[in-house]
């Protein structure tokens, strides 16, 4: 009986082993522990068997008992375990896929379309001196019109004569273009720029996309059509652009670029002024410019622009944000809508 209890035992082992499914541990138990199985049966004789064979008969028909039913459980587990792992009709976890910042999608885009007709992107340093943002460009110390670029200086030792500040405009990148690579200079300096403003409509930091193109002959037809190959790339070839006298210390003469209203298609409503919406500066670049960078205007002329990146991508979107703030506030819901 001892032996039949073995070749139950190793019969049982072995079943368990190759069994891939938790329909066939079921099955294996019933066969072996079940009310009519092999073992349970083998059991029930043993009230059969003379007293003193009892004890040893009886102990090692319940040691495999219990052997078979923790191989049965840990089967189930490993079966289970498994089983779960190469489930390969559950849904997957896909995981969250970010984007782009909006400005940073406006950036490339910007940078995509100088590329076409030659600007070469740059970027100029945040912290400049007085130098590159105001000197340079035509705007002495006690200028009033540096008044107009609402500046934060800064409290580090200044470098000579010149005060340490956060660029308020991307101009001050014209300037160092301007001082720093060979000719013919054609760049777009795409930057941060900084303002001592925070309302609605201005955020302290904010972005501006400034070009320039200096060589001998450049002409105001080219800005003219620099302006209009970017204005018909980015916002639609039905827009036009107009340019309205104004005046910069920097260029001479100076515009405000202005586009034709994409709402009312340059009849006049009630989104624009006249069928126009204003975009940014631009002219021709002022001989005082061209000496600070040591060219000489006698010789080499130039083109420059400079508008808010921000600006630029609203006017195109048609979004109409109540407070331009929200676009670097970081909060997802706004964020995850682009
Ligand atoms: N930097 C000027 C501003 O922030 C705009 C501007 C840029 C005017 C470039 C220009 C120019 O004439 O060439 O308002």
Known sequence: MIKQIDTLLSEARLAIQEAKTSNVIESIRLEYLGRQGKLTTLLRGVKELPVRERPQVGGAANSARQEIEQLLSDAVDRIEGGEIAIDTTLPGISPETGHLHLVTKAIEEIAAIFKQIGFTRVRHPDIETEWFPFEALNMPADHPARDEWETFFM?????????????????????????????????????????????????????????VYAA?????????????????????????????????????????????CGVCN?????????????????????????????????????????????????????????????????????????
């Open 155 to 211: 409290d580090a030792k200044p470098s000579g004569d010149y005060r340490f500040m956060l660029t308020p405009h991307g101009t001050s990148g014209t300037a160092r273009s301007l001082a720093t690579l060979p000719l013919p200079v054609r760049s777009i300096n795409i930057q941060k720029c900084y303002r001592r403003q925070s309302d609605a409509s201005h955020t302290p930091v904010f972005h501006q996309f400034d070009g």
């Open 216 to 260: 001998e002959g450049v002409t105001f037809q080219h800005l003219k059509g620099v302006l209009e190959f970017f204005v018909k790339a980015y916002f639609g070839t039905e827009r036009e652009v107009r340019l309205r006298p104004y005046h910069f210390r920097f260029t001479e003469p100076s515009f405000e670029v202005d586009i034709s």
């Open 266 to 338: 340059g009849k006049g409503c009630r989104l624009c002024k006249q069928g126009w919406v204003e975009l940014g500066g631009a002219g021709m670049l002022h001989p005082n410019v061209l000496k600070a960078a040591k060219l000489n205007p006698k010789k080499i002329s130039g083109l420059a622009f400079g508008w808010g990146v921000e600006r630029t991508m609203l006017m195109r979107s048609g979004l109409s944000i109540p407070d331009i703030r929200i676009l670097y506030e970081n909060d997802m819901r706004f964020l995850q809508q682009f």
